[in-house]
């Protein structure tokens, strides 16, 4: 099993910072098969970034994924409100995807 | 509208056993896999099954292997979870998710989940 391991575990930030939020896979993972999700708190999780680059419909500019396997690296480049929240990365290294443990983005 | 509904959740004791149920509409089901990822409180997200198009492919994390079954109906656009044998352990919110295993392979559709707490 591929396992992903996300750092920070949070990252205390203010509206209008850059944050940073890294995803390391346990062995090389091919980027068209990691993914980015945003959690808000009691809501569902919502896909922000396939293909460890590639922006969803509707998802804002200031998101953005790079990285190849075993790093990959989600940025948002000026925190707005509505974007603190839990990120997960996923993989699918195999038949059977895992998830990161997730980063809280939180206000400082 | 594109959306997943999932249902079947509650308070069930340990070893019972629920079905969990999830209802597509929208979109084409039988065109996609299909996977439950559930989520115990204050935790992390967790895969737990999923299931291709015409049910003929099925995959389980270890932890519910044996005891949980992933199927679908095509006709009723519907995909199914039977927990079975449950366990303390498996008190989770349990969200369906729409699953595209082709060049890209991600979850793109979420449902707003289902609850099972098992407890005696």
């Known amino acids: 099993e591929i396992v992903l391991t996300q750092s920070p575990g949070t990252l205390s930030l203010s509206p209008g910072e850059r944050a940073t939020l890294s995803c390391r896979a346990s062995e090389s993972v091919g980027s068209k098969y990691l993914a980015w999700y945003q959690q808000k708190p009691g809501q569902a999780p919502r896909l922000l970034i396939y293909g460890a680059s590639n922006r969803i419909t509707g998802i804002p500019q200031r998101f953005s994924g790079s990285g190849s396997g075993p790093d990959f690296t989600l940025t948002i480049s000026r925190l707005e409100p509505e974007d603190f929240a839990v990120y997960y990365c996923?993989?699918?290294?195999?038949?059977?995807?895992?998830f990161g443990q997730g980063t809280k983005v939180e206000i400082k | 509208e594109v959306q997943v509904v999932e249902s079947g959740g509650g308070l069930v004791q340990p070893g019972g056993s629920l079905r969990l149920s999830c209802a597509a509409s929208?979109?084409?089901?039988?065109?996609?896999?299909m996977t439950w990822v559930r989520q115990a409180p204050g935790k992390g997200l967790e895969w737990v099954a999923s299931i291709n198009q015409d049910g003929s492919e099925k995959y389980y994390v270890d932890s519910v292997e044996g005891r949980f079954i992933i199927s679908r109906d095509n006709v009723k656009k519907s995909t199914y979870l039977q927990t079975n044998s449950l366990r303390v352990e498996d008190t989770a919110a349990y969200y369906c998710a729409r699953e595209l295993r082709f060049y890209y392979n991600y979850m793109d559709v979420w449902g707003k989940g289902t609850t099972v707490i098992v407890s005696s």
């Open positions: 929208g979109f084409a089901f039988d065109n996609y896999w």
């Open positions: 996923q993989q699918y290294g195999g038949s059977r995807p895992t």
